[in-house]
């Protein structure tokens, strides 16, 4: 997923690397179901922080993937792409999302949330998690239009996480900035975005665990 950059326009060219079985909406966003009106959206978007598309040369030092200083890495979003990915492969129940143009103003997730009165999953869906966040820790609770989640939901959400894993240590985060889930906040009672394990997104300095 991060062998070339994706910025907005170039969205397209990442669509054999959707899971089977996706949709477009009619808005240029892509998503799937799996179950029967499931309750929760995941999120992530399909387009880097470049103005021109790039090759990316990688360079690996231990678990750490980065590139050679002369583009951003793009895990910023594909690392979210790909736990998405990797969670509908498993069969986890949710209405997936791979929204467009996030890096220029949430353009994908803006759209739908005009929209999202008149879809049928505004019916059932009451949690959106985006996967778009930096470091390994946090689960945000604010981002740029104020608190996005409760702090009941963040703390539960973290407990649920960290008990199936030793070395996880989420907790919730009022640092946010703004991504997908933001569009959602007056729409989706608990919005959220969780970390990912990127640093440094939107640099050549960019790297992923």
């Given at each position: 997923l991060t062998r070339f950059t994706y910025p907005h326009?170039?969205?397209?060219?990442?669509?054999?690397?959707l899971p089977k079985g996706y949709q477009e909406d009619g808005l240029?966003?892509?998503?799937?179901?799996?179950?029967?009106?499931?309750?929760?959206?995941?999120?992530?978007?399909?387009?880097t922080a470049d103005k021109t598309q790039k090759r990316v040369n990688h360079v690996f030092n231990g678990n750490?993937?980065?590139t050679d200083g002369t583009s951003i890495l793009g895990a910023d979003d594909k690392a979210g792409m790909t736990v998405i990915?990797?969670?509908?492969?498993?069969?986890?129940?949710?209405?997936?999302?791979?929204f467009i143009g996030?890096?220029?103003g949430c353009i994908g997730s803006g759209r739908l949330s005009?929209?999202?009165?008149?879809t049928e999953f505004s019916k059932h869906i009451t949690k959106c998690v985006s996967f778009d966040r930096r470091g390994t820790t946090s689960i945000i609770t604010y981002q740029m239009f104020g608190r996005c989640c409760s702090e009941t939901f963040a703390v539960e959400l973290a407990k649920r996480m960290n008990v199936t894993n030793n070395s996880m240590n989420m907790?919730?985060?009022?640092?946010g900035i703004l991504t997908d889930s933001a569009k959602f906040m007056d729409l989706i009672p608990e919005c959220t975005n969780i970390s990912v394990g990127y640093y440094d997104e939107h640099t050549t300095r960019e790297r992923q665990d």
């Open positions: 326009g170039t969205e397209l060219g990442l669509l054999n690397n240029g966003n892509y998503y799937l179901v799996i179950g029967d009106k499931p309750t929760t959206m995941f999120t992530c978007h399909l387009d750490i993937i980065s990915s990797y969670m509908i492969s498993k069969g986890v129940p949710g209405l997936y999302y791979f996030e890096e220029v005009r929209e999202w009165k008149n907790r919730p985060d009022s640092t």
